[in-house]
């Protein structure tokens, strides 16, 4: 089993940046795939980034790309999503999720493990 904790989410302005953690227990997070999801009110859940814990290979989509960087820290058994002129666009619940094994998925349902989310909002 795999627990994940998020934290980091608050209120922004148009712009601004803000870091988000994704603490992990229970066992090692080798051989996982790391995502984070996010949902706005009324729409559904959108991968927006993801890593390769193993070999470090990070995935986004378009609606991040060259602004949110994601990474990991061994040491402490956390991902990081690093988001930088955020958009009100970008305002939702932010979740983390696992799966195992080296493919990225793209869609929410082939990840087991998620965190309870962090509410991210951009005001404008």
């Known amino acids: 089993q795999v627990q994940l904790v998020e934290s980091g989410g608050g209120l922004v302005q148009d712009g601004g940046s803000l870091r988000l953690s994704c603490a992990a227990s229970g066992r090692s997070l080798s051989g996982f795939i790391v995502a984070w999801f996010r949902q706005a009110p009324g729409k559904e859940r959108e991968f927006v980034a993801g890593?390769?814990?193993?070999?470090?290979?990070?995935y986004y989509t378009d609606s991040g790309k060259g602004r949110f960087t994601i990474s990991r820290d061994g040491a402490k058994s956390t991902v990081y999503l690093q988001m930088s002129s955020l958009k009100p666009e970008d305002t939702g619940v932010y979740s983390c999720a696992a799966r195992y094994g080296d493919d990225v998925s793209y869609a929410p349902s082939p990840y087991n493990y998620w965190g309870q989310g962090t509410q991210v909002t951009v005001s404008s």
């Open positions: 890593i390769s814990w193993s070999y470090g290979r990070t």
